[in-house]
Nanobody, 126 residues
Framework: QVQLVESWGGLVQAGGSLRLSCAAS????????MGWFRQAPGKDREFVAA????????RYADSVKGRSTISRDNAKSTVYLKMNSLKPEDTAVYYC???????????????????WGQGTQVTVSS
């Protein structure tokens, strides 16, 4: 069982930056693909970014590509999402999620992730 805890969401002005963190419990963090998803009020959950267990080959949604960087520190069992040039449409609850790297599934498909954090609110004011 893996527990995920997100932190460092908050209120930021448009154009600003945030770095979200997600700390994982357990000793098997390096065997997991890690992703970030978000859900805005009244909208479906959507993929934001994901990274493989080695920390390379990141993937991004088109909506955040060029403005965001996903990274991980396996020694700290933590995954990060740095977001720059934030827009009001980035306002959402952000969730980190994990799944075993051995699972053959699209990296951006939330339905294939097994573990989820409780979410952290990001609000971008105009």
């Amino acid at each position: 069982q893996v527990q995920l805890v997100e932190s460092w969401g908050g209120l930021v002005q448009a154009g600003g930056s945030l770095r979200l963190s997600c700390a994982a419990s357990g000793s098997t963090f390096s065997t997991y693909v890690m992703g970030w998803f978000r859900q805005a009020p009244g909208k479906d959950r959507e993929f934001v970014a994901a990274i493989n267990r080695h920390g390379d080959s990141p993937r991004y949604a088109d909506s955040v590509k060029g403005r965001s960087t996903i990274s991980r520190d396996n020694a700290k069992s933590t995954v990060y999402l740095k977001m720059n040039s934030l827009k009001p449409e980035d306002t959402a609850v952000y969730y980190c999620a994990g799944r075993l790297a051995l699972k053959v599934a699209p990296i951006g498909s939330g339905s294939h992730y097994d573990y989820w954090g409780q979410g952290t609110q990001v609000t971008v004011s105009s």
